[in-house]
C-alpha cells in the first residue's frame, strides 16, 4: 500500500443487513445496582452451579466442547418438572443453542426465506424482528387487544389461513405477560400446518402455560418450543438455550449453526442447574410471592399498571417513563423503560426478584413519583 492509496469504505453487506438497524440492549454499566430490566434472576444460580464452574476441569478448557448426556439431562429434568410430559422425548428432538436468542436466530435463519412472513404479536420480545429482517422476511406483528393486551387469537386464526412461513408465540408475552393456554395454542399450530409455530417458553415457570406435557410432536410436527436456563435458572451470563420439537425440525435448525456453539461452561453449569431444580423452584415460588406484594402495593397505591405472566410488570409513571427510569438509576435500581414501543408509551417495564429486592423498588418509586 502506498501513501497515495484513496481509502475506500468497507463493502456493503446483503441489502437486508444495510438496512438492519442492529438488536442493541443497553447492557453497560449494570454492575453493583439492582438489575429490574432484564427479567434475570436476581439473586443468581444454584450454589452447585457456581462449584460446577469453581472445580471446571482445567482439561477440558483446551479441548473443544463435549455436549454428552446434556440432552438427556434436560429431558430428565423436563419429565420430572410438575407438569411432566405427555409423550416421551428423544434426545434427538432437542436442540442446544448458545441462548434462545441464538435459536431464535437458527429458526428464522432455517426456516424463512426472502419474502416469506412472519407472524407475531405486537408488542412482543424485540429479538423476533430483526432476525425476520435479516432474512429479508415479511414481519406482520398483530396488535394484543385492548384493554388488558389481550391475545389477538381470532386475528392470528384468519392470518395463518394466509400461510406465514413462521408463527412466533412468546407465552407468556415479554413484556405483556399476556398468555394462552396449551390447548390454545396447540389448536392455533393444528390449524396452519404449513407454519411452524414456535413457542417461546422462555418465562414459563412463572405461569405453568406449557405446551410440553399436552403436546405429540410426532402428529404437531409443526410445534417448536424453546426454553432457556438463562433466566429462572440465573445463567443469562454462561448462555444456554433449549428447542424441543420433531426431530426433523430440530436437525434442520441445528444445520445452521456451528457444531461447538455452547461452551463447555456453560454445559457444566447446564448439568449443575439441572440437578438442583430445587433452587429454581424456590426462585420462582419467591418471585411469585414478591410479585404478588408488589402488585397488591400499586394497587392500594391507584399506580397504573398492569401484571399478567412471567417475572416482570408494567408500570405507568405519572412523570415521564425516561424521568422515572434515570431517578431511579441515581438510586441504583435499574428498570426498563418502553419509550418508542407500541401501546407502551409511557410504561416502565420493571422485572421482579425477591420480595427484599421489591420493597427497595417501591421505596425509591413511590419517593420519586410522589
Ligand atoms: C421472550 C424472550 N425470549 C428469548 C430471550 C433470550 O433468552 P436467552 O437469554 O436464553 O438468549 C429473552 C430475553 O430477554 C426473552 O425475553
Known amino acids: 500500500m502506498t501513501g497515495s492509496t484513496p481509502p475506500f469504505p468497507p463493502p456493503d453487506s446483503r441489502p437486508e443487513v444495510e438496512r438492519l438497524k442492529g438488536y442493541s440492549a443497553p447492557l453497560e454499566g449494570r454492575r453493583g445496582l439492582l438489575r429490574l430490566d432484564f427479567n434475570e434472576n436476581t439473586l443468581g444460580p444454584s450454589p452447585k452451579v457456581v462449584e460446577a464452574i469453581r472445580s471446571f476441569p482445567e482439561e477440558l478448557i483446551a479441548v473443544y466442547p463435549e455436549y454428552d448426556g446434556l440432552r438427556e439431562a434436560l429431558i430428565a429434568n423436563l419429565k420430572a418438572s410438575k407438569a411432566s410430559l405427555a ?3 428423544d ?40 432476525c425476520a429482517a435479516m432474512q ?15 391475545v389477538p387469537l381470532d386475528a392470528l386464526r384468519t392470518a395463518l389461513a ?13 413484556p405483556t405477560g399476556a398468555r394462552l393456554a396449551a390447548d390454545q395454542v396447540l389448536a392455533l399450530a393444528a390449524s396452519a400446518p404449513d407454519t411452524l409455530v414456535v413457542v417461546d417458553e422462555l418465562y414459563e415457570a412463572f405461569t405453568g402455560d406449557s405446551v410440553l406435557p399436552v403436546v405429540d410432536f410426532q402428529t404437531q410436527a409443526n410445534v417448536l418450543v424453546l426454553r432457556s436456563l438463562a433466566k429462572t435458572a440465573g445463567l443469562a451470563g454462561l448462555r444456554l438455550g433449549f428447542a424441543i420439537g420433531h426431530p426433523g425440525v430440530v436437525d434442520r435448525v441445528g444445520r445452521v449453526t456451528g457444531p461447538y456453539d455452547v461452551n463447555s461452561l456453560a454445559v457444566a453449569a447446564a448439568f449443575a442447574a439441572l440437578e438442583d431444580q430445587a433452587y429454581t423452584d424456590h426462585y420462582v415460588r419467591e418471585v411469585l410471592r414478591a410479585r404478588d406484594w408488589l402488585v397488591s402495593v400499586l394497587t392500594r397505591s391507584r399506580v397504573v399498571f398492569h401484571c399478567d405472566g412471567g417475572n416482570y410488570l408494567l408500570v405507568w409513571p405519572e412523570r415521564p417513563a425516561d424521568a422515572v427510569e434515570q431517578a431511579l438509576r441515581s438510586q441504583g435500581i435499574l428498570v426498563r423503560s418502553m419509550t418508542g414501543k407500541p401501546q407502551l408509551e409511557g410504561a416502565l417495564r420493571v422485572s421482579i426478584g425477591t420480595l427484599e429486592q421489591m420493597q427497595r423498588f417501591w421505596r425509591a418509586y413511590s419517593s420519586i413519583c410522589a
Open 87 to 89: 409423550h416421551p422425548l
Open 136 to 150: 429479508g422476511m415479511a414481519l406482520e406483528a398483530i396488535p394484543h387487544g385492548m384493554p388488558g393486551f389481550v
Open 162 to 174: 394466509r400461510k406465514p412461513r413462521i408463527l412466533m408465540l412468546c407465552n407468556p408475552n415479554n
Open 91 to 130: 434426545p434427538q428432538q432437542v436442540g442446544v443453542f448458545n441462548g434462545v436468542d441464538a435459536a431464535i436466530h437458527a429458526v428464522i435463519h432455517a426456516y424463512g426465506s426472502p419474502g416469506d412472513t412472519l407472524l407475531t404479536t405486537s408488542p412482543t420480545f424485540g429479538y423476533y424482528a430483526p
